[in-house]
């Protein structure tokens, strides 16, 4: 696989950029982008820089891919910025990828936080040999109604130390239903209905480990179809697939397409386990029953296990783990090694 860099941790009244490399989603709702800085100031002790990008629109950003792309050139490359936080996804960051400077970004390897769309910019990273960190966004992880202090426990685990070292289910969930269209105020009193919830485990219960490759499915999808930025196959030997599912809720026949197009390209079969985020089930925009939102997370695992194993038997699976698009979460090492001892313990080495 090559070798890899894991950017330093900061310290406490380190100074930290923010930026947009996707959408501009920030824009239209300040106070929850306010929110999100508050908590790195004061939660934190951190001295979030805000770059242009993160308060421009959305129709700005996606007209000016260069302007994103230099933004992140500017914030790897400042020597007075320990870390990057993406403000939140989006759809097009595939088209940033092209204006990127590969050489730039692995002379100054810097923690960068985002998932979502955001795993353009983490894949693109793992080809340079740079862990990245696959969670700690702003709008929707760092600026949530209340901030779960299993979400605190590890952004800052994340932030300041070497590594997560073990990692623990945070034993409850909530799917993210409060709108940001509330006020300040109405949002901050808004609250999640969480809902206990563990691991679970399939495949063989051998240990394995390796590095983390993978995202959001959605944009290892868009990877596949424009193979323009797949690392060689031959890097994949031996690597964690981590996998989750966007608020979109996607089907399980899209979930199922999107996993025989991985393995008929041969890439299934390179792996040595699977890590899978718990899965959205509803967001403020679409209410589902809790019938059906449990038939829904049940779909799901058994169409993952069920097309991985068609091309890699006995492969380990762990499902339901606290990375994606639900709340609480832990920010993942894409890049990082991570070891599995199926229905034991995960750990991050």
Known sequence: MGRFVTPSPVEPGSSVAVIAPS??????????????????????????????????????LRE?????????????????IDAIFATIGGDDQ???????DPELLADHPTRLFGMSDNTNLALFLWNQGIVSFYGGQLLNQVATPELHPYSERYLRRVLFEDSIGELD??????????GWHHSKAEYA???????????????????????????????????????????????????ILALETSEDIPSADRVRRVLTCLGERGLLERFD?????????QNWRESRSEDEREQYRTTQRETITEQVHRYNPELPIVFDLDFGHTDP??????????????????VFE
């Open 273 to 281: 386990g699977v890590l899978v985020g718990r899965p959205a089930t």
């Open 329 to 346: 979460t832990a920010p993942i090492p894409i890049g990082g090694r991570v070891r599995i001892e199926p229905e034991q313990r995960i």
């Open 94 to 100: 595939i088209r940033v990828l092209n204006y990127l």
């Open 169 to 178: 289910a945070a034993g409850e969930w909530a799917d993210l239903t409060v």
């Open 189 to 239: 009193n808004a609250g999640l209905d969480y809902e206990p919830l563990g691991w679970r485990w399939r495949g063989s219960s051998d240990t394995v480990s390796g590095r983390l490759w993978g995202g959001c499915l959605s944009i290892v999808a868009w990877q596949l179809m424009t193979d323009r930025y797949l690392p060689a196959p031959e890097r994949l030997d031996g690597a």
């Open 23 to 60: 959408s501009g989603a920030a824009r239209a709702v300040p106070h929850i982008l306010e929110l999100a800085l508050d908590r790195l100031e004061e939660i934190f002790d951190l001295d979030p820089v805000v770059y242009p990008t993160a308060r421009q629109s959305d129709a700005f």
């Open 64 to 80: 000016n891919s260069r302007a994103r792309a230099a933004a992140i050139h500017e914030a790897f490359a400042n020597p007075d």
